[in-house]
């Protein structure tokens, strides 16, 4: 069936560290694929999305292209900070439902 | 006001309880949505509803049991909870009806369930 595999944390990092959070779906067809963000206490956010292969989706430093020959959609961020700290969930939209991964916890200490 | 709002944040309750969870969103949007977030698990999909019509159950328990008033509100009432139904209980919203690959959710912050 479909699913959505990312890396298991918890992911610790110094400041101004390089980020890969790495996220490989199965799915029949082309889903869009998202990257949500989980801040302590709150629900999730969306961060960035991409809808066809070859899309990159940015925001807030982040990226992750959509690669459909590795079914993959790596998040990276080139120099993370104190406030990225929190857990990130991987998704697929197949146009059937949504299908997340289990989350990578971020740590990122000064 | 924030997109989905839940109340409450936290819910302690025993077996033999009855409560409800509430959810709104002030989006304006068509399709609402419960997950349950459990540690080290994928969000699991609970119930959708499109313009207030149950459209998905995903073969959830009969203590779970939605309801959809109106466009803008979710309840989940819960009656003779398990302690393993411990969890986030998270709501969200999307303007596109389930099913279009353009649809994007809106989450709530949640409700952390502790069943006793």
């Known amino acids: 069936g479909d699913s959505v595999t990312q890396m298991e944390g918890p992911v610790t990092l110094s400041e101004e560290a390089f980020l890969t959070i790495n996220c490989t779906y199965t799915?029949?067809?082309?889903?869009?694929l998202f990257w949500y963000v989980q801040y302590p206490g709150e629900g999730l956010q969306l961060l960035l999305k991409a809808t066809k292969a070859d899309d990159k989706g940015s925001n807030k430093g982040f990226e992750a292209t959509y690669r459909k020959e590795t079914t993959s959609f790596h998040l990276e961020k080139g120099s993370v900070q104190v406030s990225d700290s929190a857990v990130y969930f991987c998704a697929a939209n197949t146009g059937n439902q949504f299908y997340f991964g289990t989350g990578t916890s971020l740590t990122v200490i000064p | 006001e924030t997109g989905v709002t839940q109340t409450p944040r936290h819910l302690v309750m025993g077996m033999t309880n009855k409560k409800s969870l509430k959810c709104e969103q002030h989006l304006g949007h068509n399709a609402m949505y419960w997950y349950k977030q459990s540690a080290k698990k994928p969000l699991e999909l609970m119930f959708v509803?499109?313009?207030?019509?149950?459209?998905e159950n995903n073969s959830v328990p009969s203590r779970f049991s939605p309801e959809c008033p109106n466009s803008s509100h979710l309840f989940l009432h819960l009656h003779t909870l398990q302690p393993e139904d411990s969890a986030l209980y998270l709501c969200a919203s999307s303007q596109d009806p389930p099913g279009q690959l353009n649809e994007k959710l809106f989450f709530g912050s949640g409700t952390q369930l502790s069943v006793l």
């Open positions: 509803y499109s313009l207030e019509e149950r459209v």
């Open positions: 799915a029949t067809g082309y889903p869009s």
